[in-house]
């Protein structure tokens, strides 16, 4: 980053960084369920394996986290890149051997690993450099539009992977996605610096790692509005995981034609769409209300209601049209309440907080993920969304308990020093 690092810079490396990486994850959201359906695996395994990379992130979350609270956010991005380009390209060997299904469950884990290293850093990163240039708006403005940025390469990614795989097979968006990676850790390694967070690197590693641990306990489930947010995550964060993968073949059966790819990425594109207009419109849903709380409740309900209809509904437009209020309603959620929590928690232990965020959502997606696939072979799709729909709601007791603590950060409308 040559020249003084100001707010904008800030902003412009970390959307250049949200850009690249969700592009690179995108080429294969929409057809990854087909991908694995397509190597030999039952509905049962393919979401078992999709069950491993949440138990690869519960074994890991934590660990990377205090990576990035130590070594720095940057190595964390750095070695999640590298990480993610390689267990890409070893997923696709898998497929071109039909490999068993143990083979996939080692390779999840790996891709879990990845992708922990990503978790609470890139976020940290930013609201740490914001913090240190002076940055004097909203947070829930920044992060709505990384989800606009997100939202356009998701739907870029997603549509020109289903695309690929029509025209070449379903391997061949995997192996773009491990060269744009390639590609994310020379421009990671160019625009991304510390700032406004100074790693922990005189104490020793293990010495580090308990100091980090302990102090993210106190900031994380030691804090009471931080506590009963976190718990929320498994029903919304963990049952989102399931929707996502489980869209794909649920049109294709309304759609009628199983060898459709390019409609199996239209839910992953329907998903990019109503993540750039959530993340558009988030900050002004957030200005209804005086609390943060209240947008994040309106969210949950609202996308609750929209998959238990998704799962009773037989008609492919109507789908369409309740995969868009869910995609929309998920990403107004996400903005407010990354701002929402990042000012609950101090700059040394954000990054570890975080990855508890992350690993918590991942704890019930792992749980969620094989249930609901085998309720999808049982019962179909449609059982499985409904289902979907009741476990979301389950979160609003545990918003509505954070919200009772009437934390500072619940009311705030402009970000603020360092809460340490």
Not at 322 to 335: E, K, R, T
Request: aromatic fraction near 10%; proline fraction near 5%.
């Amino acid at each position: 980053m040559r020249g003084l690092p100001t707010p904008r810079r800030v902003q412009g490396t970390y959307y250049v960084l949200t850009l690249g990486s969700t592009l690179a994850a995108s080429f294969i959201w929409g057809i990854n369920t087909l991908f694995l359906l397509d190597a030999g695996l039952s509905n049962f395994e393919a979401f078992a394996a999709n069950a491993f990379y949440t138990v690869g992130v519960l074994v890991f979350e934590i660990p990377t986290g205090v990576v990035a609270d130590t070594l720095g956010r940057r190595a964390s991005y750095l070695l999640g890149s590298a990480t993610l380009a390689v267990t890409t390209l070893l997923y696709w060997l898998l497929w071109l051997w039909s490999a068993p299904f143990w083979g996939w469950a080692v390779v999840s884990l790996l891709l879990g690993l990845g992708f922990t290293f990503f978790t609470g850093a890139l976020d940290a990163w930013l609201v740490d450099a914001l913090h240190a240039t002076g940055y004097e708006g909203r947070l829930e403005t920044v992060f709505g539009r990384s989800l606009v940025v997100s939202g356009a390469a998701m739907l870029t990614g997603s549509v020109l992977g289903g695309v690929v795989a029509q025209l070449a097979d379903l391997g061949t968006p995997f192996l773009v996605r491990a060269g744009v990676l390639v590609g994310m850790i020379a421009v990671a390694g160019l625009l991304m610096h510390d700032l406004g967070f100074e790693p922990a690197r005189g104490e020793g590693p293990l010495r580090a790692t308990r100091s980090v641990l302990v102090a993210s306990w106190r900031h994380g489930l030691g804090n009471a509005p931080v506590r009963w947010l976190l718990l929320a995550s498994p029903f919304t964060a963990g049952v989102g995981f399931y929707v996502f993968y489980a869209l794909q073949p649920h049109l294709l059966a309304l759609w009628g034609d199983p060898d459709a790819y390019s409609v199996a990425g239209l839910a992953a594109a329907l998903l990019s769409g109503g993540a750039m207009l959530g993340g558009l419109i988030a900050p002004l849903v957030r200005r209804l209300f005086r609390r943060r709380t209240s947008t994040i409740v309106l969210a949950a309900v609202t996308s609750a209601l929209a998959l238990i209809a998704l799962g009773l509904v037989q008609s492919f437009w109507a789908a369409v049209a309740l995969i868009a209020v869910w995609g929309v309603m998920s990403a107004v959620d996400d903005p407010v309440r990354r701002a929402y929590l990042n000012d609950m928690v101090p700059s040394k232990q954000r990054a570890t907080v975080l990855s508890f965020d992350s690993l918590l959502g991942s704890g019930g997606s792992s749980i969620a993920q094989p249930f609901l696939g085998r309720s999808a072979d049982l019962g179909g799709y449609g059982l499985s969304l409904l289902l979907s729909g009741a476990l979301t709601a389950v979160a609003v007791p545990f918003v509505l308990l954070s919200r009772a603590q009437r934390s500072p950060a619940d009311t705030r409308e402009e970000a603020v020093p360092d809460p340490a």
